[in-house]
């Protein structure tokens, strides 16, 4: 059915012809039923979800017949310089509501941090970035969002399925159809969760029967804590050390796969910033080296516990928001190193750079434009082998190189 549906729309997606199209939508969703009754959800429900429904052909990562290739669009996490990512303000403000939320909900915060091992700063840092805890009101109906991803989505498989739980968390009375609002791509919540999401994760922590992410700030909490602990949260173990980087710093070393214990990269000269004394415990921990800038900027050794919080969403900038609001939550300081960078390369140019390097045998990973850790180091062992200055940061002087080098 999700081939014939595509073909109506190949052939009704023209101007004048909306109808047509929507006429295939609607058959599409239709199809869906014997799928849906199978996981759970009731006819009454599915009836009433998807009457008159209509797809929303303006969302970003559409496959649309006439339509120019759309990708997602381009999030601030990977096109922002860190400076106006983790703009001081901003942090200090989401900080000092959430110091009011440490206190309001302190004992439901200490029953989290009790029974899912998740300090209750990063669990509020993730409310707090993700919906300005619970200020920010998402702006898209999900059901609409992710019928329209399953539809003609780059990402079918994954939102028919994702359309069905939705339909499923209504039917069993968690949230209304019109409460459950999403981001542009179906991440619903206080905490943004998928609904497979809401499924794996969902926690009813406040004991009324349901899991309630979008209305229950206990639930929501202890669902993002959940998340975190069945990524693989390592209690007692802090996110990240912000270090001083010694000068004959090797920013290749940059990558996850590359670990040592705090206390060997301490004795290389990766100094804790503000003269910090380590524990026993933390000096053995074991932890890679973080250059969001290259040799700009603030280092960081980053725990197991930075790669979970990066799998609630992939970005390191994500993950130094949320680290770092979570961290001034109970402590005012804000990073030791003053951010370096002022202008960030297109995302174009990225993926020329990282086409560049993969030409030249520097990088295998994907060509995505994100200048990550992977295309950070990639970019330092080119800067090593065509003797340039070693500084692991996308410029448009390096990738002029690449792009000349044979």
Not at 108 to 126: D, H, K, N, S, Y
Not at 170 to 199: C, D, H, K, N
Request: hydrophobic share 40%; proline share 6%; net charge positive.
């Amino acid at each position: 059915m999700v081939v014939v549906a595509g073909l109506a729309l190949a052939a009704t997606l023209t101007p004048g012809t909306a109808r047509a199209a929507d006429a295939g939508f609607t058959r599409f969703v239709a199809s869906l039923w014997p799928e849906a009754q199978q996981a759970g959800v009731s006819r009454a429900t599915f009836e009433s979800v998807t009457a008159g429904l209509e797809p929303d052909y303006k969302l970003p990562d559409l496959l649309l017949p006439g339509r120019p290739k759309t990708g997602a669009p381009s999030q601030a996490e990977f096109v922002q310089v860190p400076a106006d990512y983790l703009k001081e303000a901003r942090i200090e403000a989401l900080a000092g509501h959430g110091r009011k939320l440490l206190a309001e909900y302190g004992p439901t915060l200490r029953a989290i941090e009790q029974r899912f091992g998740v300090p209750a700063t990063v669990v509020l840092a993730i409310w707090g970035r993700e919906t300005d805890y619970g200020r920010y009101r998402l702006p898209y109906d999900a059901v609409r969002v992710m019928a329209t991803q399953a539809y003609v989505g780059r990402r079918k498989d994954q939102y028919r399925t994702e359309f069905i739980l939705a339909m499923k968390i209504i039917s069993e009375g968690a949230v209304s159809r019109q409460g459950m609002r999403s981001s542009w791509a179906g991440a619903t919540g206080l905490t943004q969760f998928l609904p497979s999401e809401y499924y794996k994760h969902g926690v009813d922590f406040d004991g009324d029967g349901k899991v309630d992410i979008w209305n229950s700030v206990p639930d929501a909490l202890a669902s993002a804590a959940q998340q975190l602990v069945n990524k693989g949260w390592k209690p007692g173990v802090r996110w990240a050390y912000e270090v001083r980087a010694p000068a004959n710093a090797d920013c290749t070393l940059g990558r996850p796969e590359v670990t040592k214990p705090v206390g060997q990269w301490v004795r290389d000269g990766f100094a804790p910033v503000r003269g910090e004394r380590l524990s026993a415990e933390e000096l053995a921990e074991p932890a890679s080296l973080l250059q969001p800038e290259g040799i700009y900027g603030p280092a960081f050794l980053t725990t197991k516990n930075y790669f979970v919080i990066k799998e609630y969403n992939f970005s390191d900038l994500y993950v130094l928001f949320v680290g770092h609001l979570a961290d001034r939550i109970t402590n005012p300081q804000p990073f030791a190193t003053p951010w370096a960078a002022t202008k960030q390369l297109r995302t174009a140019d990225v993926e020329a750079m990282q086409r560049g390097l993969t030409r030249l045998g520097f990088y295998n990973d994907k060509v995505d434009g994100k200048a990550g850790m992977l295309t950070r180091a990639a970019l330092g062992a080119y800067q090593k082998s065509a003797r340039l200055k070693l500084d692991c940061w996308p410029s448009e002087s390096v990738l002029r190189s690449i792009e000349a080098a044979r």
